[in-house]
């Protein structure tokens, strides 16, 4: 079963404009993952934030967790038609219990950058 | 530093067959994960191998099954291959074997159609 929802499903916009996608979750956790795919081929893993940390960035890459409310985003700055991918938040269950080791992933956003 | 390798590519399989994936981790990850990405329900955990010993298992029928060799990679089979089986089987690794961060890393799966 899936962790939670991302939204919006599905985000178009201009070359150089800038993406937010949203990302909630069920349960505590060790730490949230973000990652792109293309086309359906592997996914490439963009960042991980702890749970003990509010923001971190890499690059065009901006990361926020709020755990209070269960959420995430990533806000990719000044897009380029290379962005376009699904992007996917997955998060880590600390150690023990049922969900251990795995990531839990979301539906995923849809990003098309237009040139 | 080379990534998660996967093969093959691509497979076409009919109803009923047997099929093995194969996965090599990066060079120093110990732990290997399986998912199952089907159109329609997302990235769904199958399996971790750690140090050669199952860890966890998804929701998944005792016909998919696996193991990790010494070297640490990783083979998936499924039985009985049922239509719906048909998917992109991705493979993952980490370094920490979930101890800590369990940052995984994906190869660029393969692609199983059962006709």
């Known amino acids: 079963s899936q962790q939670g929802e991302e939204d919006p499903q599905a985000l178009s916009i201009q070359e150089g404009e800038n993406a937010t996608m949203n990302c909630s979750y069920k349960t505590s956790i060790n730490n949230l993952q973000w990652y792109r795919q293309n086309s359906g081929r592997g996914l490439v893993h963009l960042i991980l934030i702890r749970s003990n940390e509010r923001e971190k960035h890499s690059g065009r890459l901006r990361v926020t967790l709020d755990t209070s409310k269960k959420s995430s985003s990533l806000l990719i700055t000044a897009s380029r038609a290379a962005d376009t991918a699904s992007y996917f938040c997955a998060t880590a269950a600390n150690a023990g219990g049922t969900s251990y080791g795995k990531l839990t992933f979301g539906q995923g956003t849809i990003l098309t950058v237009h040139p | 530093e080379a990534g998660v390798t996967q093969s093959p590519t691509h497979l076409i399989k009919t109803r009923g067959q047997q099929v093995t994936l194969r996965c090599s981790p990066i060079s120093g990850h110990t732990s290997v994960y399986w998912y199952q990405q089907a159109l329609g329900l997302g990235l769904q955990f199958l399996l971790w191998?750690?140090?050669?010993?199952?860890?966890n298992r998804g929701n998944f029928p005792p016909r998919f099954s696996g193991r990790q060799f010494p070297n640490y990679s990783s083979e998936l089979n499924v039985n009985a291959l049922e239509l719906e089986d048909s998917a992109l089987y991705l493979c993952?690794?980490?370094?920490?074997?979930?101890?800590?961060?369990?940052?995984?890393?994906f190869g660029p799966g393969t692609r199983l159609t059962v006709l």
């Open positions: 191998y750690d140090e050669g010993e199952e860890r």
């Open positions: 993952a690794s980490s370094q920490d074997g979930g101890q800590v961060y369990n940052e995984q890393f």
